[in-house]
T-cell receptor
Framework: QKEVEQDPGPLSVPEGAIVSLNCTYSNSAFQYFMWYRQYSRKGPELLMYTYSSGNKEDGRFTAQVDKSSKYISLFIRDSQPSDSATYLCAMMSQGSASKIIFGSGTRLSIRP | GAGVSQSPRYKVAKRGQDVALRCDPISGHVSLFWYQQALGQGPEFLTYFQNEAQLDKSGLPSDRFFAERPEGSVSTLKIQRTQQEDSAVYLC???????????????FGEGSRLTVL
């Protein structure tokens, strides 16, 4: 079993819809939770970063962390065709200098 | 440059050939990471440098893989005697923060796509 599980999709929704992306994890030591966005043939770029549990909002994006359920989510409101990309969740334990563990990514397509 | 630069962007190698992939991190970034991304998968950790010191190489899949960062800036990932299973995108990332301060905010390059025939 992988430390981080993520539904690979693909997920296709109409423009303007609310998108929900999720990951589950097994390592209770994870304290830092991130969402990266990766366009085709590009490197991942950091979208959202959260420490421990709770919610964080940035424009149309909201990240949620539920450590009791070992479950994290990314919500995209008013989705746009430019949001079409692969979304990778990533996690790291405190004090770890290097062990950033990525999910396998969810491919998202927003239909105009 | 403004971002992480990787070269070559594309490399085709015959099985058994040696390859070298280069990474120019963002100037001043202390930490440098190499990841391997297979098709349809997320990045898998290979190795980590803090300045010139290689602090973690636990993700290197075999002793055919070797990475260095001799002056704490540019890094090279070398793969000897390439095999077909080495075909993947090799991503380099850098981070500004140093010891104990890494929060996962990595800046990635566009990757080097290696195809082994």
């Amino acid at each position: 079993q992988k430390e981080v599980e993520q539904d690979p999709g693909p997920l296709s929704v109409p423009e303007g819809a609310i998108v929900s992306l999720n990951c589950t994890y097994s390592n209770s030591a994870f304290q830092y939770f991130m969402w990266y966005r990766q366009y085709s043939r590009k490197g991942p770029e950091l979208l959202m970063y959260t420490y421990s549990s709770g919610n964080k909002e940035d424009g149309r994006f909201t990240a949620q962390v539920d450590k009791s359920s070992k479950y994290i989510s990314l919500f995209i409101r008013d989705s746009q065709p430019s949001d079409s990309a692969t979304y990778l969740c990533a996690m790291m334990s405190q004090g770890s200098a290097s062990k950033i563990i990525f999910g396998s990514g969810t491919r998202l397509s927003i239909r105009p | 440059g403004a971002g992480v630069s990787q070269s070559p962007r594309y490399k085709v190698a015959k099985r058994g050939q040696d390859v070298a992939l280069r990474c120019d991190p963002i100037s001043g970034h202390v930490s440098l990471f190499w990841y391997q991304q297979a098709l349809g998968q997320g990045p898998e950790f290979l190795t980590y440098f803090q300045n010139e010191a290689q602090l973690d190489k636990s993700g290197l899949p075999s002793d055919r893989f070797f990475a260095e960062r001799p002056e704490g800036s540019v890094s090279t990932l070398k793969i000897q005697r390439t095999q077909q299973e080495d075909s993947a995108v090799y991503l380099c990332a850098s981070s500004l923060v140093g010891p104990g301060g890494n929060t996962g905010e990595l800046f990635f390059g566009e990757g080097s796509r290696l195809t082994v025939l």
